[in-house]
């Protein structure tokens, strides 16, 4: 029987492609590619990611991805052992030849079903447009690492990362005004311009960092555009670490701070950024990665953090802030058309103990 694996195997070599290329282009890990090639499907947690990955890897190289997909199902038809039940039933050499014949009719006729389906869904796919079909069902399979992964996700698309070498993995469920993801703890939502850090199993832990660009609020087969890069993991903690603030005495010959919150203790604070035109925006938080963007009229972002978050905007007018700590929101509008600014929003302590939370122009 032709051998799905070879064919892709070949088709990478004729392109002269390592896998290293590859995983570099497609995010399919070189484990995964190497276990596709050497049909060693036990590799893979589930026939959900084997199917996807499958396609995937198929539709990179160029290959006729139903024909792979059809070799796989051939191959599984055939490494299914026959139940022990049937192979204990002793009968007479005819009554054998005539279960044989039935069986292989059987075999041909699922075969025929499945290369009909198949056909069908090709007959009934639009160029560009999502497949509403066994095909969505299945998904594709989206490996999310540290270098950004910008797409285009539809409902039933696969969102998977290594974390410490377990593999994770999240479905897409809704692409409708909201992208809805089913995790193991739930669906967790993104709003449109938002941006979300989202713990794929429920240990504390962000896996992956996710920005909602697009989505349609009429047509959930139009999908849904996301950012996605994956998180070092650290614990998130639920609390302030008090030894990262500073005191007041730190600020001591800084005179331009504006002063949103007053609190006898420190705690997380949201920002929300909405753009009013064509922006180039940074953020760092908490001292992590910076996050840098660029944003139009009518675009949102936000994001949370527990101690200081640094802002810098390329056209300071263009945006509007809006920064909520436990139950107090403050608006907060920066320079002029075309101003480069650098902001800081930090926490400081006072020296009689309390809190206070401002904003610092940054020269």
């Not at 049937?86 to 025929?112: D, E, P, Q, T, Y």
């Not at 593999?167 to 089913?182: A, C, P, Q």
């Amino acid at each position: 029987m032709e051998s799905f694996g070879k064919i892709l195997e070949e088709a990478r070599e004729k392109k002269e492609l390592s896998y290293e290329n590859v995983e570099a282009e497609t995010k399919i890990l070189k484990r995964y590619l190497e276990a596709l090639e050497s049909e060693q499907l036990d590799v893979f947690s589930g026939e959900t990611y084997i199917l996807g990955f499958l396609r995937n890897y198929s539709d990179y190289l160029g290959c006729d991805t139903d024909h792979i997909i059809n070799l796989y199902h051939a191959k599984i038809l055939q490494e299914t052992p026959v139940p022990e039940g049937l192979l204990k039933i002793k009968k007479s050499a005819v009554f054998v030849v005539s279960m044989v014949i039935l069986g292989l009719v059987v075999i041909a006729g699922l075969v025929f079903l499945g290369i009909w389906g198949i056909g069908k869904i090709k007959e009934n796919r639009v160029d560009d447009s999502p497949v509403i079909s066994l095909a969505q069902q299945i998904g594709k399979t989206y490996m999310v690492t540290s270098d950004p992964l910008k797409q285009r996700i539809y409902e039933g698309d696969i969102i998977c990362v290594d974390a410490d070498g377990t593999e994770l993995s999240v479905s897409v469920e809704k692409t409708l005004e909201t992208l809805s993801l089913r995790t193991p703890i739930g669906v967790q939502e993104v709003e449109l311009g938002e941006s979300l850090d989202i713990d794929f199993n429920g240990d504390g832990i962000a896996d992956i960092s996710l920005y909602l660009s697009d989505v349609s609020s009429k047509d959930s087969s139009f999908g849904a555009e996301v950012r996605m890069i994956k998180k070092e993991r650290q614990v998130t903690d639920d609390f302030v670490d008090e030894s990262s603030i500073l005191s007041v005495s730190d600020f001591s010959n800084s005179t331009d701070q504006l002063v949103l919150i007053k609190s006898n203790r420190a705690f997380p604070f949201t920002v929300s950024a909405n753009f009013r035109g064509a922006c180039l925006f940074r953020y760092q938080s908490d001292l992590k990665a910076s996050v840098e963007d660029f944003f139009a009229n009518g675009d949102k972002l936000v994001f949370t953090s527990n101690n200081s978050a640094r802002i810098w905007m390329s056209n300071a007018l263009t945006v509007k802030l809006q920064v909520q700590g436990d139950t107090q929101v403050t608006d907060i509008a920066f320079g002029k058309a075309g101003q480069v600014i650098v902001e800081d929003i930090r926490w400081i302590k006072e020296s009689d103990g309390s809190y206070k939370l401002v904003v610092l122009q940054v020269d």
